[in-house]
């Protein structure tokens, strides 16, 4: 054998023992390691999402309670019975005329079963009403700020409004939906609970519909008839305040805190002084005084000179 071949021999093999050492090492200590890192990282995304899991499950278990507490009865029958009787009382109180409520037969809630697989578990019912009235733009938008300062799991899906003539009347069709739970706290009269001061915070301003009436004819003439024609005193001792309501010379008489009655606007006397009268019109306040009308006063110019004459 010659020395050439004995080198090219010791070459090979150190070839071959550095590949061997390279694959125990990649056996016995490289995939260990990788597999752990693999397995570390797994373990660490199943502890986060646990953590997200809990976290979202106390956030339901306090929205669950507060559900509890504002859910109708779980009794659909009365259930039905006692919401649609409170609608109709938030109904006749704003003033919604021809108005009819028609409730729908309760469909059971249906979710997926914890404890048997494949199976789901009732949790309570849905029911439907259908409400229809005429009103004014003002005392729907009324109508819609009570019904969402309203405690009860309850909201509305859908809403009609139709024209009626052209004195500013519509015809109202609401689609309005509400649950009764299995684990509701009340189980024979509505929910009692109320917003917190800080929610009815954050409810203001109220629904904004009455600020612009964009099925009625002559809104903007509407505020030029109505004009102070004189400020008396009744025999019970109360002030009102003497409207002109159109050309016809149609009289209203209005005390404080009441609205002048109007199909197009919502216009509340908020005073009544000796000579003057203090509105209110889309949330906006406005002193009138004898002889003016309300589309005077609330016109920007008509604004500037009043408040350079108070």
């Not at 990649?26 to 646990?50: A, F, K």
Request: proline residues 4%; positive net charge.
């Amino acid at each position: 054998m010659t020395t050439t071949t004995k080198w090219l021999l010791v070459a090979c093999a150190t070839v071959f023992g550095i590949y061997g050492l390279d694959r125990v090492y990649q056996g016995w200590v490289e995939q260990p390691r990788q597999q752990m890192e693999t397995e570390v990282d797994r373990l660490t995304q199943e502890i986060d999402e646990s953590k997200r899991l809990q976290f979202a499950s106390q956030k339901a278990g306090k929205r669950l309670d507060e559900y509890s507490n504002r859910a109708l009865p779980s009794d659909p029958t009365l259930a039905r019975s006692l919401y649609q009787e409170w609608l109709l009382e938030l109904v006749s109180k704003h003033q919604l005329t021809s108005a009819s409520v028609d409730a729908s037969q309760p469909a059971p809630i249906e979710i997926k079963s914890r404890a048997k697989r494949g199976k789901r578990d009732r949790v309570g019912y849905r029911i439907d009403y259908s409400l229809r009235g005429q009103t004014t733009l003002a005392k729907l938008g009324a109508f819609l700020d009570a019904f969402r300062r309203a405690s009860h799991l309850q909201k509305i899906r859908s809403v009609s409004l139709n024209p009626i003539g052209n004195d500013g009347r519509l015809d109202v069709n609401l689609s309005i939906q509400v649950l009764c739970l299995d684990k509701a706290v009340h189980s024979k009269e509505l929910s009692d609970w109320e917003l917190t001061s800080e929610a009815v915070t954050a409810l203001v301003p109220p629904t904004s519909l009455v600020q612009r009436n964009p099925f009625a004819k002559g809104f903007a003439r509407a505020l030029q008839d109505l004009e102070l024609k004189a400020i008396t005193v009744n025999r019970e001792g109360i002030t009102q305040a003497w409207f002109a309501m159109d050309t016809r010379g149609t009289i209203k008489k209005v005390p404080a805190g009441e609205s002048i009655p109007s199909n197009l606007h919502d216009v509340f006397v908020v005073q009544i002084e000796s000579d003057r009268v203090l509105v209110r019109l889309a949330e906006t306040e406005h002193w009138i005084r004898l002889g003016q009308s309300v589309g005077q006063v609330v016109s920007p110019q008509a604004r500037q000179e009043q408040q350079s004459v108070d």
